[in-house]
């Protein structure tokens, strides 16, 4: 069965402690994994897109990467604007629409 | 701020009335997406519109009926709706539904709230 799997639920760091977020997955035929940051009462923001394992992108104090099983999303030194929920959503080839994980909702402390 | 405009914000609603909610993009996206969120869950996907022609109806009941009269418009007609339809309606919008590993770009949403 197609799934998507993020990891922790829920994350709480200090302003300027580092970590990952880690989303899982199992589809055939991966075409593509997107990143969205989402604060609360807004809409999905769109990050990143990776297509191929070994793939990385940046922005800012955010680097995605992928493998052919999952993928991270580190965060360098967070600020406290940087506290969202963070999803993952993965486009395979037999199927139109995109699955989405469940989120972490990442919390950072002045 | 956000390429995709929905209105409005907050809608307030009892379970006799009609409302639509309306929802537009200009970056010449040719699928158009309408999703339903429930707080702490992800997006859940109701209806694709790709190239104006309902192409995905994720078993949605019919008190939801979407349209799009246009290449840049997408609206959800709402008539008859339960408690349980409360929630954030989002829309969404990219390059080409056939083209899914282009990203999907969403708007704020509609908060809902049925009485």
């Known amino acids: 069965e197609d799934q998507v799997t993020q990891s922790p639920e829920a994350l709480r760091l200090q302003e300027g402690e580092s970590s990952s977020l880690n989303c899982s997955y199992t589809?055939?035929?991966?075409?593509?994994l997107f990143w969205y940051r989402q604060d609360p009462g807004k809409g999905p923001e769109f990050l990143f897109t990776?297509?191929?394992a070994g793939e990385e992108k940046e922005k800012e104090r955010l680097k995605a990467t992928l493998t052919k099983k999952e993928s991270f999303l580190h965060i360098t030194a967070p600020k406290p604007e940087d506290s969202a929920t963070y999803l993952c959503?993965?486009?395979?080839?037999?199927?139109?629409?995109?699955?989405f994980g469940s989120g972490t909702r990442l919390s950072i402390r002045p | 701020d956000t390429e995709v405009t929905q209105t409005p914000k907050h809608l307030v609603m009892g379970m006799t009335n009609k409302k639509s909610l309306k929802c537009e993009q200009h970056?010449?996206?040719?699928?158009m997406y309408w999703y339903k969120q429930k707080a702490k869950k992800p997006p859940e996907l109701m209806f694709v519109?790709?190239?104006?022609?309902?192409?995905i109806n994720e078993s949605v009941p019919s008190r939801f009926s979407p349209e799009c009269p246009n290449s840049s418009l997408l609206n959800l007609h709402l008539h008859a709706l339960q408690p349980e339809d409360s929630a954030l309606y989002l829309c969404?919008?990219?390059?080409?539904?056939?083209?899914?590993?282009?990203?999907?770009?969403f708007g704020d949403g509609t908060r809902l709230s049925i009485l």
């Open positions: 969404a919008s990219s390059q080409a539904q056939g083209q899914n590993n282009q990203p999907q770009h």
């Open positions: 959503a993965v486009a395979h080839s037999s199927a139109s629409k995109i699955i």
């Open positions: 589809v055939s035929g991966l075409r593509g």
């Open positions: 990776l297509y191929s």
């Open positions: 970056m010449g996206h040719r699928a």
């Open positions: 519109y790709s190239y104006e022609k309902l192409s």
